[in-house]
């Protein structure tokens, strides 16, 4: 071993043994196969974390899906016997043509609120997933129009909050017509 400079670094109390040795080889070697059986189980424990996590987010969305469905059916259905409690007084009013109009939309959005609410959740996605293959622009052009009608309810849901404060007046001072 060569003879060490036994004045240490300002801020430096000891010297460690073996801190001045210049041969790594054989340390890294070492450390290299320790890390990559220990980096190899940590990959794995995180896969399987990630599996599991995406399982319950499938099962979760799957169940938010069936509640959507089972809602949808419900609004379709009362839209459909609200029509249809309006065909009598449209034949009175605009003659028995529109009633009919009327009543034949209503059986449509029944049937339509049927068939909504005998899909499985699976079988609604894989519905759309088709959908969406075989006509994409559809598809992307339907995403756009609901992307732009929730962003104004929300944004108009937003504003009317943070704009009331009951005296007429906005947050920022300014007086609303």
Known sequence: MAQQDRELPEGTDTIIP???????SRSVARGRGSRSTGTSALMEKVRSGGDKLSGQAADKARGFVG???ERSAEAIANVSKLIGDTASGLDERLGEEYGDYARRAAETLES???RLASKDPDELIDDT???VRKSPGVALAGAAIV????ARLLKSGLGQASDDDGDGESRSGRRRS
Request: glycine share 16%.
């Open 18 to 24: 073996g801190a001045s040795e210049t041969d790594t």
């Open 67 to 69: 509640q959507g469905i």
């Open 112 to 114: 339509t609120a049927n």
């Open 129 to 131: 997933r088709s959908f």
């Open 147 to 150: 992307g732009f009608a929730l």
